[in-house]
């Protein structure tokens, strides 16, 4: 009898704050990629974040409703550690850029050396949302701009709510 194979976990980590069209066309190619795909939220502790980790959550769990083998969940703590409790062999990150891959080379180094198991994998987005960043879309809806089309609908609405 042959045994099936292991299902080949990713981790898809960030502040999601908010979650940006960027966001989702990462997380829509890893699922294809990978059996599952489990987006972590941060909590942010040092930062204060613009919408509230369960807001963060929802946003990010209403959006990929329709994707297979995606879930959400926040965590705090070493994105190593959490990986691992779910036996994923994969952290997802979007590389948009050589200042992204900036950024993101010193904490791939430093998560290999926790975890030399677990492997960071970059894909790099569409061209139409390569320029989505969080920190944009925060920085341009606080100056009364508009946003739609750089964030999904439901997370649109969430920022309608918020005083700028
Ligand atoms: O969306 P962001 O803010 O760029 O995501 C950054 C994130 C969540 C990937 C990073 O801050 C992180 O992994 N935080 C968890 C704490 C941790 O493991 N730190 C050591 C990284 S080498």
Redesign the pocket.
């Known amino acids: 009898m042959t045994s099936s194979p292991e299902p080949r976990v990713a981790i898809c980590?960030?502040?999601?704050?908010p979650l940006t069209n960027g966001h989702v066309d990462l997380i829509t190619r890893a699922s294809r990629i990978f059996d599952r795909v489990v987006v972590?939220v941060?909590v942010?502790e040092q930062k204060t974040p613009l919408l509230p980790l369960a807001d963060r959550v929802r946003l990010v769990q209403q959006v990929v409703a329709g994707l297979d083998g995606v879930s959400v969940e926040s965590?705090?703590?070493?994105?190593?550690?959490f990986a691992a409790a779910r036996r994923a062999s994969a952290?997802v990150?979007g590389l948009r850029s050589a200042a992204d891959f900036d950024?993101e080379w010193?904490?791939t180094v430093?998560?290999r050396r926790?975890r030399p198991e677990i492997e960071t994998v970059f894909l790099v987005p569409s061209p139409e949302v390569g320029a989505i960043s969080?920190r944009l879309v925060k920085e341009i809806w606080g100056l009364g701009g508009d946003i739609s089309g750089l964030v999904p609908p439901a997370v649109l609405a969430r920022m309608r709510t918020v005083t700028r």
């Open positions: 980590p960030g502040s999601f704050d972590a941060l942010n965590f705090e703590g070493l994105l190593t550690e952290i990150r950024y010193p904490m430093m998560n926790l969080s």
